[in-house]
């Protein structure tokens, strides 16, 4: 197996020096591709790297991307400066996120370490935005414990949406998946997960 070596800071490098090490651990690494289309697309991630600053994660696509959005919070792009402004200063793997990009498209890829299968979100009442936090897909009911299912009104994503009416789910939208950010509105604050 081949990992990634991340060089300690407790050990400076010096030629034909000899450091003893009492334990090396690794870290798995994944992989995270999303493509964005132009103008909005409505992101999370279940993965970042070990920087999650907006400059490192969307290094890679600069110039294409011109803004970030949060649930309460915001960054610009200013292209003539190459730095963000705002009070959105990184991103994290529970929240959803609006990425800009304008007339341009691009995919943003990330590697990081450490999907949590059992993310815990606490939700307040209200419009929450929020991650889908693993790989893959699942059915509305299915992600969503059933001792809190009742509580979620409605649920939104980029151009999808799906509603509760006598306990069922009807509309566009019929599956969680990986990399899509979802608007939950729920009637009480809960914790799931």
Known sequence: SYFTAISSENYEWSNFNMQFINDISATELDFLS?????DNNLVSFY???????ISSVVE????????????????QFLVEDNIWVGSLTEFDTYSGYWLYMGDSSDTLDIIG?????????????GLNLISFPVPGSVGISEGI??????????????AVA????????????????SAKGYWF???EELVFE
């Open 145 to 158: 414990p059933d001792d809190i299912e009742t509580s979620v009104s409605y649920i939104i994503s980029e």
């Open 113 to 125: 370490a450490g999907i949590d299968y059992n993310k815990q979100y606490n939700l307040n009442e």
């Open 60 to 75: 890679d696509i600069q110039d294409n991307i011109l803004g970030v959005i949060g649930a309460a919070t915001s960054s």
């Open 47 to 53: 993965l970042l790297p070990q920087n999650t600053t």
């Open 34 to 38: 999303i493509p964005l289309h132009k």
């Open 185 to 187: 509105n729920v009637s």
């Open 162 to 177: 799906a509603v509760q009416i006598n306990g069922e789910w009807v509309g566009s939208l019929d599956k969680f998946e």
